[in-house]
């Protein structure tokens, strides 16, 4: 069983920045793709950014330009530029042709 944990998240005034980090029980390079997504109270939850086994990235268009993914052997989220409307709680997915499996999410508060 594939564990992932996200760390990271908190109380940040808008503009700030925050770095999610993301470590998995096995390597990330096992994975097609390691992901981020969120949810904001009241709203499903929504795909951020991903990074593929080869190192290609995208972004959705609400952060393009504000967060960056990348990747050691875990996987960051670098946040810019924070808007209230950015206040979620951050999941990690791994993806793989087997299944897909999530951490339990990390909060990240953005106040105005």
């Known amino acids: 069983q594939v564990q992932l944990v996200e760390s990271g998240g908190g109380l940040v005034q808008a503009g700030g920045s925050l770095t999610l980090s993301c470590v998995a029980s096995?390597?990330?390079?096992?994975?097609?793709?390691m992901a981020w997504y969120r949810q904001a109270p009241g709203k499903q939850r929504e795909w951020v950014a991903t990074i593929t086994r080869s190192g290609s990235t995208n972004y959705a268009d609400s952060v393009k330009g504000r967060f960056t993914i990348s990747r050691d052997n875990t996987v960051y989220l670098q946040m810019n530029s924070l808007k209230p409307e950015d206040t979620a709680v951050y999941y990690c997915?791994?993806?793989?042709?087997?299944?897909?499996?999530w951490g339990q999410g990390t909060q990240v508060t953005v106040s105005s």
């Open positions: 096995r390597s990330i390079f096992t994975f097609d793709a």
């Open positions: 997915k791994a993806d793989s042709q087997i299944r897909d499996y």
